[in-house]
């Protein structure tokens, strides 16, 4: 990370007229959930716990509560330390955690290679001379505290799928009691709970079509009704009470804290609920710029949200009637209510839609990080990054959402429960941004502590608060809370205890090459794509395919798709190509990496672009070895020997375009190729979890025009008929052949780890999606392979 400059900015966003744009279209994406706030604070605030009094102490105490809870949290906090705590320009938990993770060995995520350290967005800042951090060290030196930070991040996602699901519930009903304003009590009953469940049927309805579709609309709905509450604050600043300014001072908490006491503590379960939404700066940053995120809070989400609560203290501070209750709408003046009824329900639909969508790219980061059960995702929008919708998550999020309002029937529960959800997040942020300053920034551990102390003491006051209200509402996202990270822990500890087993029982090279015809083992036309999650040696799932059906395809590619630490992975460095065994075998290993925020390819493109680079890796490998042969007479054998130690980077994007190495006056392929790789010679692929000292060196090559009769040598010769059989292969067939796994714990085993092996992950693995769908593999052109795993 770059402190000196900001990292979020690339040549076509350095002009001011960029940054405003992006931050006019951040207001309907980042500032929909916090703008709605003011629908529902006081109304939470006053609802139970202190009264309205004519000495107006409760409702000044409240402004000067929300106000500097306003600017120290998302303004001080969020705005100015948070925001660069970025990864290549993308936020949230798992932003934070992969920093950590790149800067400390404390990833749990299997088959790690060195050779991921190349990749050109695994940027760590330059250590000091001597990076001796005590707090790193004894991170990196315990494994429990590894799974302990694993946990901390599980839980703070898991608060934010709470979120997901209280933010749209709370938001459109709080939107939709306008009516009680204009009805009688007995009509109003009737019908808030039913419209606020038709709009969130509605809602959750149309997700599958993404937000690109009407997206254009939500900055200008976000951007009128902004104006709208700021418009209003004033009018009833300028008419009821021009003093309310004072209340901004600290003394009023003060006052307020001394006269409500322990009610008071117990009431700013409410007031917490004005920064409601401030997660969503952070966690939406990788769609716009850090200033544009800046410029658009700091000028016009801010003073529009601090005179709109101003506003409503203001008419409050006038008005004392005991039948008053304490909602947005009875500041609004009755000739444009309507109007602002209809505003506020649409902002509130745009703010829940930004909450449901930030949901589900969570969801899909978790499960890249395999750290989730397998769900499907599509991709909504071709044009704009990131946009995911998960039919399931989808609907269990409308049941729920609707059952919530139904059940609770009342802004106080849903805002005990949200409030809750809210705090833990910002907690699990203030911890992680704390680690971030000592082991990526190398700040000192006294500055992270200050950080740590300041924002955390305000966030534990406000999560104790919500924490009393347990019983009213608050138990819900801690319930749901616990059954998550339960699912969650579950799957990644099984997918751990996998991956290990596979490690002990893979099969040697050794065992591969002696498959021939004398043991009745026969090479069929095709290519085998085998796919696992090893990164070297050959998987038992494929010498039990062998062992059932003696023959196994002409081409043979062992495909490991895995997931690295970084937001995204440059389409040129995605593949690692290489040779398992002499080039005869014509068996090849190819690791595809992506990022947690990539978009993983559809299963055809997948299929043209894997041989693609397998011809360009096939092309690079035959013309490094006869150029090697000019000074080594027997480097080819050698080659051939120890090409299976050797991956390269095999990219989509040349650094000059050539003509392809031709044969005979026939052109094979044009071929561009990239190389990017730690080594001109290997990366070493025996290594699986440990890193090992590699000179980085980036190399350029392309293939140029040779004579003729050079053309026609040995070499030549040998590749192009490599290349002929890749091409052969392709046109008789592609076969998938992955693992159809079973897990159960072994014998001697706890009760606990049986329950949760036997039947927790097995129940889980039998309910979600296979690997055949998360890899979006044909069904005609599957093989499975059943493999039980005694962990």
């Not at 925001?83 to 993770?101: K, P």
């Not at 498959?515 to 050959?538: C, E, N, W």
Request: aromatic share 12%.
């Amino acid at each position: 990370m770059d402190l000196e400059s900001s990292k979020c900015w690339d040549t076509s966003k350095d002009s001011w007229k960029t940054i405003l744009i992006l931050a006019y279209q951040s207001l309907g994406v980042v500032y929909g959930d916090l703008s709605i706030s003011p629908l529902y604070v006081y109304t939470s605030t006053f609802a139970e716990d202190i009264e309205h009094s004519e000495t107006n102490e409760e409702i000044f105490g409240a402004l000067s509560f929300v106000f500097w809870t306003l600017t120290l949290v998302p303004l001080f906090k969020y705005v100015f330390v948070v925001l660069r705590a970025d990864d290549n320009g993308e936020g949230g938990t798992f932003a934070l955690y992969s920093l950590i993770c790149r800067h400390a060995k404390v990833s749990l995520l299997p088959n790690r290679q060195h050779a991921d350290e190349a990749l050109s967005t695994y940027k760590m800042e330059e250590p000091p001379a001597k990076d001796t951090s005590r707090v790193k060290m004894v991170l990196e030196k315990y494994k429990a505290l590894h799974t302990a930070l694993l946990i901390v991040v599980l839980l703070g996602t898991c608060m934010v799928i709470g979120d997901g699901l209280l933010t749209p519930a709370i938001s459109v009903f709080s939107a939709v009691s306008g009516l009680e304003v204009s009805m009688s009590k007995k009509h109003h009953q009737y019908a808030v709970i039913p419209i606020t469940c038709f709009i969130l049927v509605c809602l959750f309805a149309l997700q599958h079509y993404g937000t690109h579709r009407v997206g254009f609309l939500f900055a200008p709905i976000v951007l009128a009704w902004l104006l709208c509450i700021s418009t209003l604050g004033l009018y009833n600043i300028f008419k009821w009470n021009r003093h309310v300014y004072k209340a901004l001072s600290p003394y009023y908490m003060f006052k307020f804290l001394k006269k409500t006491r322990i009610s008071g503590w117990m009431s700013l379960g409410g007031i917490l609920l004005c920064i409601t939404g401030s997660e969503a700066m952070f966690a939406d940053l990788g769609h716009f710029s850090y200033m544009a995120i800046q410029i658009a809070f700091t000028f016009l989400v801010y003073p529009a949200l601090i005179l709109a609560y101003m506003g409503q203290a203001a008419y409050l501070s006038n008005h004392h009637d005991s039948e008053l209750q304490i909602s947005f709408y009875v500041s609004v003046p009755e000739s444009v209510r309507w109007p602002v009824l209809i505003l506020a329900i649409l902002a509130s639909v745009v703010g829940s839609q930004a909450i449901i969508s930030g949901t589900f790219s969570i969801i899909n980061q978790s499960q890249s990080l395999g750290c989730f059960p397998r769900v499907k995702v599509v991709h909504t929008s071709d044009k704009i990054h990131g946009q995911v919708y998960i039919p399931e998550i989808n609907w269990i999020l409308m049941i729920l959402c609707i059952a919530v309002t139904i059940g609770f029937r009342d802004t106080k529960h849903m805002g005990n429960a949200s409030g809750l959800a809210v705090m833990t997040v910002m907690l699990v942020t203030t911890c992680l941004t704390s680690l971030v300053m000592i082991v990526c920034w190398h700040k000192p551990p006294i500055l992270a502590l200050c950080f740590l102390l300041f924002f955390g003491s305000i966030e534990l006051l406000y999560f104790s608060a919500s924490l009393t209200k347990f019983c009213e509402g608050a138990w819900l996202p801690i319930l749901l809370a616990l059954f998550l990270m339960i699912i969650m822990f579950l799957w990644h500890y099984a997918t751990i205890r996998k991956y290990e087993y596979d490690l002990h029982n893979k099969v040697s090279l050794d065992w591969l090459l002696a498959l021939g015809p004398s043991l009745g083992i026969a090479r069929v036309p095709g290519i085998g794509l085998v796919f696992t999650d090893l990164t070297t040696g050959i998987p038992a799932n494929f010498s039990r395919f062998v062992t059932n059906l003696p023959a196994y395809h002409r081409i043979l590619v062992f495909v490991c798709v895995k997931s690295v630490p970084v937001p995204h992975v440059p389409a040129a460095e995605r593949y690692l190509v290489g040779r398992v065994g002499p080039s005869a075998h014509r068996s090849y290993r190819c690791i595809v990496r992506y990022g947690y925020r990539d978009v993983h390819q559809d299963v055809d493109s997948f299929e043209s672009e894997l041989v693609a680079r397998l011809a360009d890796f096939i092309q690079y490998d035959w013309y490094r070895s006869r150029r090697s042969s000019m000074s080594i007479e027997d480097d080819a054998s050698h080659s051939n020997e120890s090409s299976s130690h050797r991956l390269t980077v095999i990219g989509t994007t040349g650094f000059s375009i050539q003509p392809g190495y031709e044969s005979g006056g026939e052109s094979v392929q044009q071929a561009s190729v990239s190389v990017g790789f730690p080594t001109v010679h290997s990366v070493s692929d025996v290594i699986e979890m440990e890193p090992m000292d590699v000179t980085e060196r980036r190399v350029r090559f392309a293939i140029d025009d040779e004579p003729e009769s050079d053309a026609r040598s040995e070499v030549g010769v040998q590749m192009q008929e490599e290349l002929e059989d890749l091409y052969a292969a392709q046109e008789a067939g592609i076969a998938f052949i992955l693992g159809h796994s079973h897990v159960r714990a072994k014998q001697g085993s706890s009760v606990l780890k049986k329950l949760a092996l036997n039947y927790g992950y097995n129940f889980l693995r039998r309910n979600c999606r296979g690997p055949d769908v998360a890899l979006k593999v044909p069904p005609v052109s599957l093989l499975e392979v059943g493999m039980v795993y005694i962990v």
